[in-house]
T-cell receptor
Framework: AQTVTQSQPEMSVQEAETVTLSCTYD???????LFWYKQPPSRQMILVIR??????QNATENRFSVNFQKAAKSFSLKISDSQLGDTAMYFC???????????FGQGTTLQVKP | KAGVTQTPRYLIKTRGQQVTLSCSPI?????VSWYQQTPGQGLQFLFE???????NKGNFPGRFSGRQFSNSRSEMNVSTLELGDSALYLC??????????????FGEGSRLTVL
């Protein structure tokens, strides 16, 4: 079965600090994509960052970066210089090649405190 | 460019009724997928449509159905509603079938409450 596990239901961080959200997944596929999505209280899901499984280099988008460990099937998200606007639920997800089906983790609620 | 638009945003139904939700994708996007979000089950894939054809389907009963029109707008229908169908239904669009790059753009969702 293809699954995604986020072991931290809730996290909090002080503004301007760094926080890491954990994610592990299970798949027998060799070619897939991994993502972190952000769902603010307004509910619209927004893509934060994505990683192609065949690329060894970790993806980076401004203050957001990932630590992708393919062998360990681990895909953590690091948010640097946390801002109040980062408060949201974060979902880790992956999509097996060309299936169009995103498989999501249960989500981590992140609160950034002033 | 307008984003993904879902209507209605909120609705209340009673058990046994049916409901139709609508999704207009981003202009030019031909792939539309639907997800159900509940506190207990999280986000679960319902189905994906591309060029009016269903490409993939999740593990939901036959009461859940969908379709896509020639203008790429999509509807999903749930018949014989059950209390457990109460959820946020999210629609996402993509410019390519299967979204291999995973660039899905989500709408704000339709919040369905079944009483």
């Amino acid at each position: 079965a293809q699954t995604v596990t986020q072991s931290q239901p809730e996290m909090s961080v002080q503004e301007a600090e760094t926080v890491t959200l954990s994610c592990t997944y299970d798949t027998s596929e060799n070619n897939y994509y991994l993502f972190w999505y952000k769902q603010p209280p307004s509910r619209q899901m927004i893509l934060v960052i994505r990683q192609e499984a065949y690329k060894q280099q970790n993806a980076t988008e401004n203050r957001f970066s990932v630590n992708f460990q393919k062998a360990a099937k681990s895909f953590s998200l690091k948010i640097s210089d946390s801002q109040l606007g980062d408060t949201a639920m974060y979902f880790c997800a992956f999509i097996p090649s060309n299936t169009g089906k995103l498989i999501f983790g249960q989500g981590t609620t992140l609160q950034v405190k002033p | 460019k307008a984003g993904v638009t879902q209507t209605p945003r909120y609705l209340i139904k009673t058990r046994g009724q049916q409901v139709t939700l609508s999704c207009s994708p981003i202009s030019g996007h031909r792939s539309v997928s639907w997800y159900q979000q509940t506190p207990g089950q999280g986000l679960q894939f319902l189905f994906e449509y591309f060029s009016e054809t269903q490409r993939n389907k999740g593990n939901f009963p036959g009461r859940f159905s969908g379709r896509q029109f020639s203008n790429s707008r999509s509807e999903m229908n749930v018949s014989t509603l059950e209390l457990g169908d109460s959820a946020l239904y999210l629609c996402a669009s993509s410019s390519v079938a299967g979204a291999p790059g995973g660039e899905l753009f989500f709408g704000e969702g339709s919040r369905l409450t079944v009483l």
